[in-house]
């Protein structure tokens, strides 16, 4: 456990990693991926693309029906100290308050624990550490969970859905507590969301995942930079060079978002889309072909243990 | 009692795991640890007293009239409806071992239900092992810690429940209640509850939903108990021979002489010169080969469904 001193370059890395459940389509199918340390990464995707499976899996919480996950430079159970995971519904012990759930946090991290990080954050949410879990309503219930997850002063943190149940200014607050931790302790988020404003604002780095695999993966100003939304007068066939991800008429014309493959022809009005648009047409056209930014790109010699 | 039960407990389990493990675990299942202590409390409070004062009436009509005319008399003088509230001293006798029997019930709906079923339901487990705590080490601190808790519980009350056996057995009714008493307490009577924790854990671990798993506990620990008490090698409830037992009248010479059957004619008893009566239940020499066959039956049930226990959530969740 303590043999991996140096800080490796990747966070987390699959590879071929595949989850079945039981005799349904599989939830994870040959999923390959490389998330560098230190971004924020944003996990998007469709209900039951896969994101919670593979946030559980890399927490090593569940074992996956083939493929390797690598945490931290090791496998997922032999880096528990060092990450933090926020299930979707925010698993909390009922009976215990919140100063004694803090203080199984202390108990169960001793090694590491931050007491005065884990407090700060409950008083911001104006708390009474006395209450019990069982009081709180979904969005407190959220806050204490959230400070389990910070007062470990984890180097990875796989966040499920972690603002869904946050009134709209609690979830800014909460954002920002969580963004100055990640930035001042240089920790790497994966964060698997639905609400893309939020998205944009905290996350510098995008994994699409789409039928069990990602879909597009990188750095989101790389991603958006390699996608183009042209308007024209014209059909898709024009834009034969490039790949087409997602091509409408609009009005008399029409509107594409395409990856670019050299320049775009004349003609075409172009501008650098949104990462709503991005995700959007993405989501549209699951059968569009997979785009990886090669620092997202799984390498497929770390494909050991 | 209930000091040295607190007392010992953690210390037994504070090796293996991490102490804030086991504080946690302590903490979790602290309304859980309360009762089963006001339980052992409480059972050891009549065994006590069993052992003392609530003996002495039915002692002393023993001792003037013997056991036709005592023992039988002092247990059906006060038949009620339900022979186990009825005060007489032959029924309160069992009440204990009825009280051991239903807390080992409730140790296996426990283990199934709170201990484990629940916590894989809620997701409070997958929080406890995205700590610093593997799923093993988890497993090991929630067998553990009731575990200690179940063995210097229960101990404590079959040494007591011994020692008064060995006080006032001689004042029950003869039949197969004292034998089948005599055959389950022992070593056994710790190893049954110890079965019914690994069984419930178990059984929580591959049912993961709160309610099959207590269900399936119970039926579990249902099966456990019947078995102990209809197959050899244990203790055998029916088609057996009573415990033999000796009585004698003692007269005024100091000579025994057999019971006269005077029943309660003091007259009679007089003309006899009885002055006291004795009546003892002799030990049998198949009582340790059986308690320890059945213990290490009970126990090796025991690792079976820990060992499965443990490749079940090495199968389910990550490296441990």
Known sequence: MSSISTTPAVALEASGLAKRYGRRPAALDDCSFRLPTGRISALVGPNGAGKSTLLALAAGLLRPTSGTVTVLGGAPGAARDRIAYLAQNKPLYPQLTIAETLRMGAELNPARWDAACAARVVEQGDLDPKSRIRGLSGGQRTRVALALALGKRPELMLLDEPMADLDPLARHEMMGTLMADAAEHGTTVLMSSHIVAELADACDHLLLLGGGRVRLGGGIDDLLAAHTLVTGRGTPADLAPHTVIESRTAGRGLTALIRRDGLVGEGWATEEPSLEELLLAHLRAPEAPALLTPGTTATTAAVTA | ?320
């Open chain 2, 1 to 320: 009692m209930s000091a040295t039960t607190l007392a010992k407990a953690p210390a037994a389990v504070e090796r293996p795991a991490p102490r804030g493990l086991v504080r946690s675990v302590l903490r979790l299942h602290r309304t859980a640890l309360w009762i089963w202590l006001a339980f052992v409390a409480f059972t050891a409070g009549l065994l006590l007293w069993l052992t003392g004062p609530g003996a002495d009436a039915t002692a002393r009509q023993l001792e003037r009239f013997g056991y036709g005319g005592g023992v039988m008399e002092a247990a059906y003088s006060t038949d009620t409806l339900f022979y186990f509230t009825s005060g007489a001293y032959n029924d309160l006798f069992y009440d204990p071992d009825t009280l051991i029997t239903l807390a080992s019930f409730a140790v296996a709906l426990f283990a199934g239900g709170p201990l484990i079923a629940r916590e894989l339901e809620s997701g409070t487990a997958q929080l406890a092992w995205t700590q610093s705590v593997s799923p093993a080490r988890w497993l090991t601190a929630k067998l553990a810690v009731p575990a200690a808790f179940v063995v210097v519980g229960t101990g404590l009350l079959t040494l007591l429940y011994r020692q008064l056996w060995s006080a006032h057995s001689n004042l029950l009714i003869a039949g197969i209640g004292p034998r089948s008493l005599y055959f389950s307490l022992g070593p056994a009577t710790v190893a049954a509850p110890l079965l019914g924790l690994a069984l419930g854990t178990l059984i929580g671990l591959a049912v993961r939903r709160t309610l099959p798993a207590l269900a399936f506990s119970g039926f579990a620990y249902f099966l456990v108990h019947a078995f102990r008490g209809n197959h050899w090698p244990f203790q055998g409830r029916y088609q057996q021979p009573d415990l033999s037992s000796r009585s004698h009248a003692i007269t005024s010479t100091g000579a025994e002489i057999s019971d006269p059957g005077c029943y309660t004619d003091k007259a009679c008893l007089a003309g006899h010169d009885v002055v006291r009566f004795t009546r003892e239940y002799l030990p049998s020499s198949d009582y340790w080969p059986r308690q320890l066959l059945e213990t290490g039956v009970l126990l090796a049930l025991t690792a079976v469904a820990v060992a499965l226990a443990f490749g079940l959530l090495r199968r389910r969740a990550a490296t441990g």
